[in-house]
């Protein structure tokens, strides 16, 4: 159980698939680790989210789309049970992932 009264919440330890998804899962592992942010998997029955990012008690929710199908079925359901997290959504339909690597880690909170 973490802080958030959750036990859902999975340390992560695999990078994702998907070459550009591993750029940009590293990009985020490296800036969570460089800022001592703690880095998540969060799922729900069948329904995920790609990364958690925690600081200071505040939830940035990561999901990396790579493929031409597009569900936001995970980042809905995580917005109810967590309705105050900032959510992107990386690739696919959100901000491309060329732009999300250049961005600065403290300002994606």
Request: proline content about 5%; overall charge positive.
């Amino acid at each position: 159980m973490n802080k958030h009264g959750t036990s859902s919440f999975t340390t992560l330890n695999e990078p994702a698939s998907g070459t550009w998804k591993i750029y940009s899962g590293a990009h985020g592992l490296n800036a969570a680790i460089y800022a001592g942010f703690s880095v998540y998997y969060w799922r729900d029955r069948d329904q995920e989210v790609d990364f958690i990012i925690e600081s200071r008690g505040k939830l940035l929710a990561l999901e990396v789309k790579s493929n031409e199908k597009v569900s936001l079925k995970g980042m809905q359901l995580f917005r109810q049970h967590f309705p105050h997290t900032k959510i992107l959504l990386i690739g696919k339909g959100g901000i491309p992932w060329q732009e999300f690597l250049t961005i600065p880690p403290l300002e994606l909170f």
